[in-house]
C-alpha cells in the first residue's frame, strides 16, 4: 500500500495519468483532511446536490461567462409579464369598444314616438336615420303571449329557462363548489311596436328582429326553485361520485305590454309609409332597453370604466414584474462586483496561489478538498466551513458549501501565522 502511494505520487509529479480510487474519494462526515486521491484536480459532480459528497476526476473548470447574466427574467416572470399584457390588451379593447358605442349613443338624437316622425324622416336623406334613441310604449302588432303562470300577464316576448343546479366536490380546495347547467331555453315572439304616451297619437314605429339586440329588454315574473328529495342510498352514491344534485330552477322572463322601452338603432320610413326600427346597417350595437336613455348609458359608463380599471391594473401587474427582474439583476451585478472584489483582494494577499503541494511535496491537512492541490484559502460564511482554495469557491456548480451544502453569504479570507 506504501509502494502504492509513493507510485502515486511520483506519477503526479511526472504529470503522468493517473485512475481515481474508491479510497480517494471524500465521503461526508469524514473529516475534511481524510484520505484523498492526489494528482488530478476534482469537481463536483453536476447532480452533486442529490448525492452529497460524490466527488468526480476532472479538471476545475471555471463557469462560461455571460451564462448567468445572459437573461435577467426568470421563465415565470416571463409568463407573468406575457399574461399581465395580454389581458391588459384584452381589457382595453373591451373598454374601448364600449367607450365608443357609449360616444355613439351620446351624439345620437333623442326622439320620442309622436306624428312627427313620418314628416322629420321625409326631410332627411334617403328617408332614414342611421343611430337615434327612440323612445315609446310596447304595444302588440297582433295578439300577445300570455304567461304560463299567470294569465292576467301578457307580454311580445317570452323567454322559459329551466336550469339545473349542481354541487362539485373541489378536492383541491376541499369544498363543494355549486355549478348551474342549462336544462332547456325556449323563447317566444310576436311582432310589436312603440307607440306614443298620448293617446291621441296614432303614429307606431314597428320594431324588427328584437332578438338580435345586446340585451333582451326582458323581467322576472316567475320564478320557482324544487328542491329535490334524497334517500339514504342516494346520498352514499352523491359523495362516491362527487356531484350532488342541488334542485331545478323554473324563471319565466317577459316583456309586458305597455312597458317603457327605448330603442337605439336605424330608423327608416318604408315606401308605404309604415315606420321601422331596425338593427343598423353599419354593423353598429343595436339596443332595447326597459326605461330611458340615461340609465342605459349609466350602465355603460359603469361597465367601461371597469374594463378600463382592469386594464389599467394589469398593466401595473406587468410593470411590477419589470420592476422586480431589474431589481433582482441589479443585486446580482452587485454580488458579482463583489466576488470580483473579494477574488483581487486574494490574488493580493496570496499571489498565483502557488505553494509547495505543486513542487512535490505530500498533501496535508491543509489542502483544499477539491482540486488537492492549493492551500484551503477562505472561510465560507455562514457555516464557517475552510474547505477550499478561493480559485474552487469560483468554480463551484453551486453557491453552497461543498461540505454542509449551506448557502454561502460571503467569503473572508484565510490567514495563517
Keep these: 500500500m506504501h509502494a502504492g502511494n509513493c507510485s502515486s505520487t511520483g506519477s503526479r509529479r511526472r504529470g503522468g495519468p493517473q485512475e481515481p480510487s474508491a479510497a480517494g474519494l471524500h465521503r461526508p462526515g469524514g473529516s475534511a483532511a481524510g484520505p484523498r486521491l492526489p494528482g488530478r484536480s476534482w469537481l463536483l459532480e453536476p447532480s452533486w446536490a442529490s448525492e452529497a459528497g460524490r466527488f468526480l476526476p476532472g479538471p476545475v473548470a471555471a463557469p462560461l461567462p455571460g451564462t448567468m447574466d ?38 345620437a338624437p333623442k326622439l320620442q314616438v309622436d306624428d312627427g316622425l313620418p314628416d ?38 317570452q323567454k322559459l329557462v329551466l336550469k339545473e343546479h349542481r354541487l362539485i366536490w373541489n378536492s383541491l380546495a376541499r369544498s363543494w363548489n355549486e355549478s348551474e347547467r342549462v336544462i332547456s331555453e325556449q323563447v317566444y315572439t310576436v311582432p310589436f311596436a312603440l307607440a306614443s304616451p298620448s293617446a291621441e297619437a296614432v303614429t307606431r314605429v314597428s320594431v ?11 323581467e322576472t315574473v316567475y320564478e320557482r326553485f324544487q328542491h329535490p328529495t334524497h334517500g339514504f342510498k342516494d346520498l352514499i352514491s352523491h359523495y362516491l361520485s362527487g356531484e350532488k344534485p342541488k334542485g331545478l330552477l323554473e324563471t319565466e322572463e317577459m316583456l309586458l305590454v305597455g312597458a317603457s322601452l327605448t330603442g337605439i338603432g336605424e330608423l327608416a320610413l318604408h315606401p308605404d309609409g309604415t315606420l321601422h326600427l331596425q338593427p343598423p346597417a353599419d354593423g353598429s350595437d343595436y339596443f332595447l332597453h326597459l326605461g330611458d336613455w340615461q340609465t342605459l348609458l349609466a350602465e355603460m359608463e359603469s361597465v367601461s370604466s371597469f374594463w378600463k380599471g382592469a386594464a389599467v391594473l394589469c398593466g401595473l401587474t406587468g410593470m411590477a414584474v419589470i420592476l422586480y427582474a431589474l431589481c433582482r439583476a ?7 462586483q463583489e466576488q470580483e472584489k473579494q477574488r483581487r483582494e486574494f490574488k493580493a494577499l496570496w499571489g498565483n496561489g502557488d505553494t509547495a503541494t505543486e513542487s512535490g511535496e505530500d498533501v496535508s491537512e491543509d489542502t483544499c478538498i477539491i ?7 477562505c472561510v465560507l460564511l455562514c457555516c464557517g466551513h475552510v474547505c477550499c482554495c478561493f480559485r474552487c469557491y469560483e468554480a463551484l456548480p453551486s453557491h453552497t458549501c461543498p461540505i454542509c451544502r449551506s448557502p454561502i453569504d460571503r467569503v473572508v479570507p484565510l490567514y495563517q501565522a
Design 371 to 377: 482540486c488537492l492541490t492549493q492551500p484551503r484559502e
Design 208 to 218: 324588427e328582429s328584437p332578438l338580435r339586440a345586446v340585451r333582451l329588454p326582458l
Design 330 to 336: 441589479y443585486q446580482q451585478r452587485r454580488h458579482k
Design 70 to 107: 445572459a437573461l435577467p427574467v426568470t421563465s415565470g416572470e416571463l409568463l407573468g409579464l406575457a399574461s399581465s399584457l395580454a389581458f391588459s390588451g384584452l381589457f382595453y379593447y373591451l373598454h374601448r369598444k364600449k367607450a365608443k358605442a357609449l360616444a355613439r349613443i351620446q351624439d
Design 120 to 157: 322629420l324622416l321625409s326631410a332627411t336623406s334617403g328617408q332614414c336615420l342611421h343611430y337615434v334613441a327612440l323612445e315609446g310604449l310596447v304595444l302588440p302588432a297582433k295578439a300577445a303571449l300570455s304567461s304560463q303562470h299567470h294569465e292576467e300577464l301578457q307580454g311580445v316576448i
